[in-house]
C-alpha cells in the first residue's frame, strides 16, 4: 500500500522556521523525484520546491528561493522540506507528492497534506 505522510506542519510566527517531513512507503522511493506543493484557501495548487531521485538537483519556486531548502533521505525514504524566515503568504496546507516517468508512463502519488499557518 502507497503512502507518504506528511508531518511538521503547525502555527508559526512571521520570521520564524518550521521542517516539513513527507515519509513514504509502498513503492521504490528512489526511483521517484520528490516534490513539495502548497495550496493557500482560493488558491490553485502551486509547486514549491522539488528534488530529483537521487537528491542531486533541485528546483525552487522563486516566491521561496533562498528560505526553504528540500533534502531526502533515500535510505529512510523520506523528503524534506526546512522553511525559514516565514511569511504570512506561506500559509497554506502542503502535500507531498511523488512522481516517476516509466517510457510513456507516469506514475504519481500523494500525501494528504498538513497545514501551515504563518501568523502573529
Known amino acids: 500500500q502507497v503512502q507518504l505522510v506528511e508531518s511538521g506542519g503547525g502555527l508559526v510566527q512571521p520570521g520564524g522556521s518550521l521542517r516539513l517531513s513527507c515519509a513514504a512507503s509502498?513503492?521504490?522511493?528512489?526511483?521517484?523525484?520528490m516534490t513539495w506543493y502548497r495550496q493557500a484557501p482560493g488558491k490553485e495548487r502551486e509547486q514549491v520546491a522539488t528534488i530529483t531521485k537521487t537528491g542531486g538537483s533541485t528546483y525552487y519556486d522563486v516566491s521561496v528561493k533562498g528560505r526553504f531548502t528540500i533534502s531526502r533521505d533515500n535510505a529512510k525514504n523520506t523528503v524534506s522540506l526546512q522553511m525559514n524566515t516565514l511569511k504570512p503568504e506561506d500559509t497554506a496546507v502542503y502535500y507531498c507528492?511523488?512522481?516517476?516517468?516509466?517510457?510513456?508512463?507516469?506514475?504519481?502519488?500523494w500525501g494528504q497534506g498538513t497545514q501551515v499557518t504563518v501568523s502573529s
Open positions: 509502498g513503492f521504490t522511493f528512489s526511483n521517484y523525484a
Open positions: 507528492n511523488a512522481v516517476s516517468l516509466v517510457g510513456p508512463y507516469e506514475y504519481a502519488y
